[in-house]
């Protein structure tokens, strides 16, 4: 699990959010008393993500809530399979129940999804790679989810790495000065990365010493010609147009990495449920 | 457009997500007195919602940013369509580039497929409603685009109407005994929704006095038996495993509403970018 | 008690206006390691209302504090009751007194003037309502105090609800045609109000199908007239110039609600004092 | 007028207070694209106090929004009498509404109770102070209108001096020895005040050479002996129980400073009210 | 200590600008449930101020870590000495190290150079007094630290206190003009400061009745005859120029009170480090 | 410059700190409409770095103020030299006067600083390397007033690269080892750098691979031993015991890469001030 601190107020920003000025339901109907126990369920298969962290939602609630985790991050569950089993005051476990469940169904819906691109190119030696097509304010958790289904983060932000693209070449002359500039302002860089289009640009990358390609939109007999061309001398990244139906293919070309936006941003939720299996009153034990 | 004051700080946020500790690549390659033109397109078709709101984010970054808009929320637009014009100092347009086109791609993510639902129930008067199934941060946002797409709003958060469920009941006996509860503390609501599962409870929902009853996983047959059960004595919402392939069928059952979490939570984002179009120095005119 | 997370992040900013850059007094003249107990006393008779989240900001200051609370919120208090006896380190007592006491004074106010208003209007049937006339920061705490009272609570803010006022109708036409681009753009909302302020309005209302009018700032008769105008056929809401000498007049006029800003914005501070009654080393012992 | 550096997040919390997720009816009546001018007027008489504060919630709501001041804070206005107009566009006017005005109310309430002790006093030389007993959050706005009632601030927060109460007491022997640890620890405080109850505790501060004293809750008897008592060797300032009733028998007693609770935290609101009194379509001239 | 409420935001902040995403490092090669034991030890002679914060770093990011202090703020410790003992969850010992030592190595600079400082003038009853020149953020640990160290903490913030310097006469005249401008609006201020910079202004100000005088850069002929020129009438406050090698000079000329920019803002760093010693993984026990 | 959307909520922070409730000096003496000019001047030679953030401040205060920059960051001025001229409501200057030259004296000493370490290794290619050893709160400053002195950025937080130290190397065994988990779990990361204090510990990162070799606290034999060793295969970077007295000899051993933890967190406060040259009413002219 990532550091708390990292996301916590985010939490409660997304508890307030889903509380408005309260819970009425919950205040006229749950007496402040009553404790409960309920399961956390998957209803379709899934690969779990964001167990932990989800869960927290509970405790920033009431801490006097314990969650059981009867499945770990990155394990494939059944539908039916219960995930968790979380037992404390009822009123914080139905107060919570819904962004608790929204982030991990999303979540799990990113890990499942990367999963299955990842299964597509195995074998290959290919890593299916995140980019920086986010939900906003989810950029964490969503690449945290991107490694768990096994999938290779790549630059978190725009501070982690130089990426040359079309946009910034219009302001900058050409491929060989861009990457002139870079080194001589950022000496100690060791990768430096360039969105080409075609073979020239792609001579003129390689030309400049990049270490790393970006294939931009290309269709495969165009990357087949990149592999040739380059020959192991830059890693080459593929993105834009990646599919489950095309994915396998593009890993065919003898590329090295595929980015995928829609793993992170497109991802169909995963269903899930709580039930409250049993309530109690402690003080009239 | 909602209020800025509603989400400007959290657009600031997912600026800083997306900036890290700044933006080493625009930095070296773009000189800051430089100005630019940019171009926001559509790649395919889609549901426009969030124009105004995606292109705020230049203005965040820099004050002397201004955009055209082309389109307005809620038209439709076909590939290639251009959607904003932004210009003004370059390093703001490539620094808000991506956060702008995240958020803009989700929400027209969300209108286009809300629209696609309202289309099919199209001439049955069922109103198709969001969820409380939203990501973490982006619930005003994503509602907004439901409503863009011609969706209807449910309750935005949990203070905003008692909607009594499943997991409630098992803390307070029965359903005439919840909405008894609800009516002794808050006798001014009008609105009092409950889910139930089979005919005994809508029964009892109806005899209790609720004005609205939420069908919950049932089937079409379920579902026709429930209408004639209730003949209009409350509102009838469906809620649980709707798709587009069964919305209509669902529709024509004669309930009244229809609400859909997928919409919000599993809209896949529509496919956009952005081209600088045109770079020059102020300076040097 | 209102779940913590929707307060305590206000309570510690409450905290920090009132340390400043810490308590000298408190720093100089108390060693860290002493502990006292403390009695929260009523020194007039008062609805008590807030006592726990008023003494949260002992424990948000040490949590080694505990409180233990001798009355509950919505009890009458006579001069002299001890409410709380918090013991814990005395630096966290002294340092916490003036927040938790501004708090309580203010919250035990507005608890104990809205139940003279309740008191006034008891065996008519008539509702005392607050309003979005609260200090700002202090909403949902006031909201929670008038319902300690024995008051209800109205929308919570403007996404609660539809009220028409006078303000609005100025740029659509009439009631009429507000109401209808209501019915039009929100179908699923049950409650439309509108404010009126003559028999005329209130026709036009009735006719529109509203299912509750403000009379605003009428005369008795004016109300009385209203009353059998209107004939149950929707909810009838007063607000404007509701004093404790006129509330019960207005309520015999046979409206349903009585909203009073006065309960919140104007509640005078209840008297209050908190007393250290013991002070020891529990290292020395 | 403050720097709005020191209000302007508070403001907008404010706002977001009372928008909710957005002002529904607002949002269906009005035109995004309509202007309007609005009049805000005292409906009873009061000293005006936080006029600019007030009307910025405007301003944060839109830029556009342009604000005419027709009186200024400190000013005495009779009913009727418009304090502002404020002109832009007109949603901004009516979602901006409540908080503008429950703000204005609330501070010209503290200024018009303060100047009527303040009035009381007249002539006997004697300053009325405001306390710590603010309500959280309010406190530098509160002690605002405290000055432009005519009032003085006493220290801010627990920070901005040593002021030696019965409870500190407890923990540290008596006063000649807590005001030796103040001395020994703060040498550079020219200001040490001490609370004290009778004409011991108050030998005891003189000897300890303090140079001002806090005389709590005493009767005009005590006062008047404790005047005799100090002869102007330290500034005699009297708290608890200080009313309009009373205020000027205690000032006459010959004490220095008179500081009033109820001038902030019992302050009630005054009675205003916002107009909209023209509305047009800008870009249809 | 001072309340934690005062600074864990900002520790909490201070973790997020280190971590970033996450720290990978860590991530990678710690296993979740390994604890260890470290040990933060001096690497030169310094004066410890701000242990205890420092360490609650580690706390922040794991309430699983306890900390035992082996030397409290204020002593001197030798290179070598073991200042405090840290167990816990290694990766929370790990991530917080950088943040807890940066912060440590600091305060305790700003101590140890205040208390050569002090030493100084060691005899001459002048004191050692902090300026408002802090690093932004910094202030209340900065001043806290300057006090550990044996120096006086001037006023923190604008807001408490007077001090007339040249750049506000420039506004209102003179000397004269300005301490009777904050007379009359000021009453109850005991304490006025003026800044001066030659024997006229210093007498312009004695006969204003000020309190406290600054003299603002002045030569040690200067200091002595503002010395004779005030004798005993005002305190005398010498800033501006002040270094190791002169500050006794200073300090014999008879002055007060000498504040020193340089202890907050240039103090350099004090060289610590953290060692794990232990590290074992208490499930398999 | 940075975007401002990564320090102007800071910046804001720092101005609170700041004023406290508010500048009452200013207040008092200098009137809402009156303007001023005012120049930031050198009072020693340094490197400028952070002025346009600086002189931010004053818009924050103010939006009406304007500056006016005479040189720029990174460049060496010569004590008296007018660094900038800021003009606006005179309030605004003075209240923002303080936190203005506290950021600007900070950064521009680090600036100062790292040029002088720069300087002393010209000729060598060695490059001067900032540190995380930064004061809570400044880093991005801190490490943009580094880039501004010819420095070079390390990583800016711990998830921007890998750097094993020999606290991470008692959990996972031996370099080897974690240099391996690192390859399998972040196969896309290219660089990865560990610390070593010794020949054997050198050999073995060359073993694995490392591209980055961090040389921690060795002597001058054993760094030149180190370059020997490596001949090239891994880039060398020195830390620990570096000051201007060593550092050139350590660049003449022939490593590449030297970082310095003191130009961050122990660079002495440029001397600056700020005059008030001209004041004036403009609604008098």
Chains 1, 2, 3, 4, 5, 6 share one sequence.
Not at 207 to 232: F, K, P, Y
Not at 233 to 259: F, H, K, M, Q, Y
Request: hydrophobic fraction near 45%; proline fraction near 3%; include cysteine.
């Amino acid at each position: 699990m990532l550091p708390a601190v990292l996301f916590d107020d985010w939490l409660k920003n997304a508890l307030r959010e889903d509380l408005g000025t309260g819970d009425i339901t919950t205040e006229i109907l749950v007496p402040a008393g009553l404790w409960g126990r309920a399961e956390i369920l998957a209803k379709e298969t899934a690969v779990v993500a964001g167990l932990e962290v989800a869960c927290r939602v509970f405790r920033l609630l009431d801490e006097a809530v314990v969650c059981r985790f009867l499945v770990s991050d990155g394990m494939t569950v059944a539908p039916g399979r219960i995930l968790s089993v979380v037992e404390g005051p009822l009123r914080a476990l139905l107060c919570g129940e819904r962004v608790a469940l929204n982030l991990l169904q999303h979540l799990s819906g990113v890990a499942t999804l990367t999963q299955r691109y990842v299964q597509e190119v195995a074998g290959t030696g290919v890593k299916i790679l995140d980019t920086r097509k986010t939900l906003p304010g989810l950029r964490i958790l969503e690449k945290y989810a991107v490694r768990v289904g096994g999938g290779v983060s790549h630059r978190a932000s725009l501070s982690e790495g130089v990426l040359i693209k079309e946009n910034h070449l219009r302001a900058c002359g050409g491929i060989r000065q861009a990457v002139e500039a870079v080194r001589a302002l950022c000496p100690q860089l060791r990768e430096v990365e360039v969105e080409v289009t075609n073979a020239a640009e792609t001579k003129e990358a390689l030309e400049a010493g990049v270490s790393r390609i970006l294939l931009d939109n290309m269709t495969l007999d165009d990357l087949r010609s990149m592999v040739s061309l380059v020959r192991g001398r830059a890693t080459l990244e593929v993105s834009g147009g990646v599919g489950l139906e095309n994915v396998r293919c593009i890993a065919d070309t003898g590329v090295d990495l595929i980015s995928v936006g829609r793993i992170s941003h497109s991802a169909p939720g995963v269903d899930l449920s709580m039930l409250v299996r049993d309530v109690w009153d402690p003080s009239s034990k």
